[in-house]
Nanobody
Framework: QVQLVESGGGLVQAGGSLRLSCVASGLPFSSIAMAWFRQAPGKEREFVAVISSSGGITVYGDSVKGRFTISRDNAKNTVYLQMDSLKSEDTAVYYC?????????????????WGQGTQVTVSS
């Protein structure tokens, strides 16, 4: 049974930082791409970042480039999202997701597995 479990969300002031984690089980973690999406109230789920199976390729959404960093530790079956210089518009539920390869990484329907999400709230 595949499970993706996010953690690390919370309340932070604008300009602050948070690091999200997503622990995966039940799948060949070192062979799959991992991504982060987010969904704010009343909005569609938005691509944030993806990292290839080896970690050698990363792609970011335009709204987070230069502020967020995705990384992974294949020995721990964990993907991370370091979020710096947070803004109020970063407030959302953040989800991790898994798929095979990075092609089409920004398309939600390409992902096979999703976590339950973790809330990030940025106060201005």
């Amino acid at each position: 049974q595949v499970q993706l479990v996010e953690s690390g969300g919370g309340l932070v002031q604008a300009g602050g930082s948070l690091r999200l984690s997503c622990v995966a089980s039940g799948l060949p973690f070192s062979s799959i791409a991992m991504a982060w999406f987010r969904q704010a109230p009343g909005k569609e789920r938005e691509f944030v970042a993806v990292i290839s199976s080896s970690g050698g390729i990363t792609v970011y959404g335009d709204s987070v480039k230069g502020r967020f960093t995705i990384s992974r530790d294949n020995a721990k079956n964990t993907v991370y999202l370091q979020m710096d210089s947070l803004k109020s518009e970063d407030t959302a539920v953040y989800y991790c997701a898994a798929k095979s390869g990075v092609r089409g990484a920004q398309i939600l329907s390409n992902y096979n597995y999703w976590g339950q999400g973790t809330q990030v709230t940025v106060s201005s």
